[in-house]
Every structure is written in structure tokens, then in C-alpha cells.
């Protein structure tokens, strides 16, 4: 049986319920998942607290816990992974951020915050996921392409195939997103 149609299988059974098809779709989705968070954190700064496999857990202790989602199919599923994914590390950025204003206020010595200080910043993952959320409600479509492509590390023809549309269409929605999500982020700055 081809895989994609088996994985399609298993999550209409994990639907209605069947506990076994959860356990027979997590071997055949742990690559694919851990690509997904192989490109999520390329994009990471160096020393980010979380990695790849710890992604990949966290991203599946919240699937498993999404019981209100019916699966369609395959690219569905790893469409909402991607989207977890990303909620998990802009989760983590906001945290780092409110902690960065104060909100941990621990000490930290004079010679400390120098080199704090001097640690270069990495995509400021705040400001893209604001953009997007903005992007999403001016053009849902453009906003999906974005995050399959870059959150998900998805080729154009995957994002074609999740989405239902021409490869044509996600390059032309492509191009356009990361120009509006630019001016949006200037703007912001």
C-alpha cells in the first residue's frame, strides 16, 4: 500500500477513535515530522534551548491532545504540524522576549550582560509570526504558502499538493507574501 494513502488511513481510524491507528501512524510520521522541525530550526539562532527531536516531541504531544481536529489526509496532517511547530517556537520567542523586558528580573552581573549584549540576534520570529497573522487576514492563501515554505520547510510542489493549487499559483503567492510581510516588518521597525 502506498504510504501516503496508508497515512491517510490511519488518521480517518485515529478520527473515530481507533488508539492503534495512533500507534501505527507515528512510525510512519516521525521522519517527516522531524524534517518539518530540521527546517524550523535551521532558521533558530545558535544556543536556541530547544532542538530538533525536543520539537518534534512537543509537536506530537499536542497533536496527540488535538482531538477536535478530523484529519482529511496526509498533507493535512502535516500541514497542521507545520502550524503547531511554529505556534511552539513563537510561543518560546515571546517568553524569551517577555523575559528579556524583565519578566524573569533575575540579576546578572555587570561582565554578564556584556556578553548577553553582544550576542547576535537571529529572524526576529516575533515581528514574522505578527506579520503573518496580519498577512492571514488580508489573504489567508498567501499567509498558508508562507508558513508551509519557510515554517515548514515544504517544496513548492508539497505546498501545492497541502494547498490544492498549482505550482504556479504558491510561487506567485510566494514572491508576493515575503514582499508584504517586509514592508510589514519595516513598518513595524
Not at 22 to 50: F, I, T
Request: net charge negative; glycine share 4%.
Amino acid at each position: 500500500m502506498d504510504e501516503s494513502v496508508e497515512i491517510t488511513e490511519l488518521l480517518l481510524a485515529w478520527n473515530q477513535g481507533d488508539e492503534r491507528a495512533l500507534q501505527d501512524l507515528m512510525p510512519l510520521v516521525h521522519d517527516e515530522l522531524h524534517r518539518l522541525a530540521h527546517a524550523y530550526m535551521r532558521r533558530e539562532p545558535a544556543g536556541h534551548p530547544l532542538q530538533t527531536t525536543a520539537l518534534v516531541n512537543e509537536a506530537y504531544l499536542r497533536l496527540v491532545d488535538a482531538s477536535r481536529v478530523e484529519w482529511q489526509n496526509r498533507a493535512h496532517f502535516f500541514a497542521v504540524s507545520a502550524q503547531v511547530m511554529r505556534r511552539i517556537l513563537v510561543d518560546l520567542a515571546r517568553a524569551h522576549h517577555r523575559d528579556k523586558r524583565g519578566g524573569n528580573l533575575a540579576r546578572v552581573a555587570l561582565d554578564e550582560a556584556l556578553v548577553i549584549a553582544h550576542e547576535t540576534p537571529g529572524p526576529d520570529l516575533i515581528a514574522l509570526d505578527d506579520a503573518l497573522e496580519s498577512l492571514a487576514v488580508f489573504d489567508a492563501r498567501k499567509s498558508k504558502v508562507v508558513e508551509l515554505r519557510y515554517f515548514g520547510g515544504l517544496s513548492v510542489s508539497e505546498t501545492a499538493a497541502v494547498l490544492g493549487i498549482s505550482q504556479v499559483t504558491v510561487m506567485r503567492d510566494w514572491a508576493l507574501a515575503k514582499v508584504w510581510l517586509l514592508r510589514q516588518m519595516d513598518r513595524r521597525e
